[in-house]
């Protein structure tokens, strides 16, 4: 079905949707120029919005690529580098950014698993209402607001140091919403008839979740789950105001300082020595292909096992 | 489909609601496992919003006594001296650079996100649309730290000659007066990495709304004679109207409380700089101003002080959403 074929003969009634008050006029080859016009547009629209992406992409290739071919960046951490010095590697940040990442989701997935949960199976009436708005201004609150709320909480009343688990909290603040979107959605798509059959053979509401309606879900929870740690991946404001950088390798999650890719970044980012610039540009480098290697996961695995509705 | 935003409109918008579970599926059977999870379910749900009242209570219980301390009028003073007693404060600048900014932003995203999701829902070919769509998906993917370093070492260099040519045109507006500041690190450049940064939000969720234009909606629009662009603007556009603003409003909020693109940036002004209401200006918005200063939160009266900054942007943020979801909502009304 194309448009771009005018039939100069429209002499119908005008029509007048809403929202328009000319209705089709007989003017055809205006028309015309407004209609290729606007095709043009929209393709100019597009390319403008492949200008940043392929500029961002290619200055950081250029200017960090080829620091991730050094073996050295995998294995070393940057203990007692120097600005001046070239050398030394990523893999305490790395290590730091994980663990992060991972203890993050150990306490955002099941929360924002069972929220999707109460909003699609059992929400009904003004809970479920209160509890969705909720998660639309968790959705919206800034980073650095939630890591403001857990300085608040974790320092200033608790007089506890500013930790790496800190950090993971306000990270969880931020990862929840995301979960429960995505999980929600999926939930959704989960056909009443499986469940309806679950009732029939007389299986209990919790157990046709458990075991019918969340594996159906699977593999787009998946999904949600890894694009929810792509983004705490990639945040700082919570590591700027509660987890401090180090060179050194650290593991602990209670005491001492913790680094990340993104501290990384900001550590060493006003430098102009090549060999501090090139390690920010390295580090920004890495940290981009771990969250595409977690968004190009997600996406594969929501294609790959979509239920089928 | 999730995106990589984070952001959705799916529950929002009258999808394919038939395939959701029924309403008479809630009778409890009374079973103890049946109780354990959906108590389970329920208090996960109670506890989100738990968490979100605490932060509301937190920041208010840490802001009061410090604002009880502020000699100078919290919204409309431009200094800001925390170190000193009396301490006085005001977020007056922080505003205006915060509001600037993300006006910038908007004016950019706002238009080529539409247009970017036009062009994937009405105008690319079969095999393009899709990964057209990932790939401004992917916009949302690069972290803000690494939109910074882009912002100043690399953007910020191209900066210099539109910056001259803007002030040589316009610099009789007080908006568009030479402030003296490298242009890399203006207001303008980050509201243009905000546009960046909000583009793949605004255009995500448009995309959707448009791709659920009504068919009949469209083909009545082709069979009256309509060309594509017709078609688009009597069909297309009214219906996504309510989700064009919603999504403009997500990626407003998401333009105020960018932190860490903003805090590499721009350059924060001496306490000293007179008022301007210059583009080309520095200064610090309300997360910048916080993250700038997190190692000065030793004593609870300082920290109070940003913390009341931090109220402000969590209500800005808030009230920008919440009309977001409102729009949404009467739309869904509106359409059932």
């Known amino acids: 079905m194309t448009a771009t074929d005018i039939t100069s003969d429209s002499n119908l009634p005008s029509m007048r949707p809403r929202g328009s008050d000319a209705g089709f006029s007989h003017r055809s080859r205006a028309r015309a120029l407004r209609n290729v016009l606007a095709r043009v547009v929209m393709w100019t629209a597009f390319a403008i919005a492949m200008v940043p992406l392929a500029w961002i992409l290619w200055s950081v290739v250029t200017k960090g690529g080829q620091m991730l071919l050094d073996s050295h960046w995998w294995t070393n951490s940057q203990r007692g580098i120097t600005n001046r010095v070239v050398g030394g590697g990523a893999v305490h940040a790395i290590q730091g950014t994980l663990i992060e990442a991972l203890v993050t989701a150990l306490m955002a997935v099941p929360v924002g698993v069972m929220t999707a949960i109460y909003l699609v199976e059992y929400g009904r009436g003004r809970l479920a209402k209160a509890v969705s708005f909720t998660v639309d201004i968790l959705t919206g609150i800034p980073s650095i607001v939630a890591a403001l709320f857990i300085y608040a909480v974790w320092v200033t009343v608790f007089g506890f140091q500013r930790v790496a688990f800190a950090v993971c909290l306000a990270l969880v603040l931020l990862m929840i919403p995301v979960v429960v979107r995505s999980t929600e959605e999926m939930l959704k798509l989960v056909p009443n008839e499986l469940r309806e059959a679950a009732y029939a053979l007389g299986v209990p509401k919790w157990r046709t979740i458990v075991r019918v309606v969340v594996p159906t879900a699977f593999s787009g929870i998946i999904t949600g789950i890894l694009l929810g740690l792509a983004r705490v991946m990639g945040e700082t404001a919570p590591l700027l105001i509660l987890g401090p950088y180090t060179k050194n390798i650290a593991t602990n999650l209670f005491g001492g300082l913790m680094p990340t890719l993104p501290t990384m970044i900001n550590q060493d980012r006003t430098e102009v020595l090549q060999p501090a610039v090139d390690r920010v540009w390295g580090a920004a480098m890495t940290l981009i292909l771990m969250i595409l290697v977690l968004n190009i996961a997600g996406r594969l695995i929501s294609r790959l096992g979509a239920p089928k509705t | ?336």
């Open chain 2, 1 to 336: 489909m999730p995106t990589s935003t984070g952001v959705s409109s799916v529950d929002e918008l009258p999808g394919p609601s038939e395939h959701g579970p029924l309403q008479g599926d809630r009778a409890p059977t009374g079973q103890l496992g049946d109780r354990l999870f959906g108590g389970t379910a329920r208090g996960a749900g109670l506890l989100v919003i738990v968490m979100v009242t605490l932060i509301a209570v937190f920041l208010l219980s840490q802001a009061l006594p410090a604002l009880a301390k502020d000699k100078v009028n919290f919204l409309t003073s431009t200094e800001w001296n925390v170190n000193g007693t009396p301490m006085q404060f005001g977020i007056a600048n922080l505003l205006w650079v915060t509001v600037l900014s993300s006006a910038i932003a908007m004016l950019i995203a706002v238009p080529l996100g539409v247009g970017v999701a036009l062009f994937i829902t009405q105008y690319a070919p079969h095999w393009l649309s899709r990964p057209a769509a990932t790939l401004v998906d992917l916009l949302a993917a690069v972290p803000s730290i690494v939109y910074g370093l882009w912002g100043l070492q690399v953007l910020g260099t191209h900066m210099n000659g539109i910056q001259s040519v803007l002030i040589r045109l316009f610099g009789w507006i007080p908006l568009f007066k030479d402030a003296r500041i490298g242009a890399a690190s203006t207001i303008l450049t980050v509201g243009l990495v905000l546009s960046i940064m909000v583009l793949p939000i605004v255009s995500a969720l448009s995309r959707e709304v448009f791709a659920q234009t009504p068919t009949s909606h469209t083909d009545a629009a082709l069979a009256l004679g309509a060309t594509r662009w017709e078609m688009i603007r009597t069909a297309v556009l009214p219906f996504g109207k309510p989700g064009v603003i919603s999504a403009s409003m997500l990626g407003l909020g998401r333009a105020l409380g960018e932190t860490v693109a903003v805090t590499v940036i721009l350059s924060a002004l001496a306490g000293s700089t007179p008022w301007s209401w210059s583009m080309f200006n520095g200064g610090e918005t309300f997360a910048s101003k916080i993250a700038n200063n997190a190692a000065e939160f030793d004593s609870p009266s300082k920290a109070g002080a940003f913390m009341a900054a931090g109220l402000v942007l969590f209500l800005l943020t808030f009230v920008v959403n919440a009309i977001a979801r409102v729009v949404i909502e009467r739309r869904k009304a509106f359409i059932e």
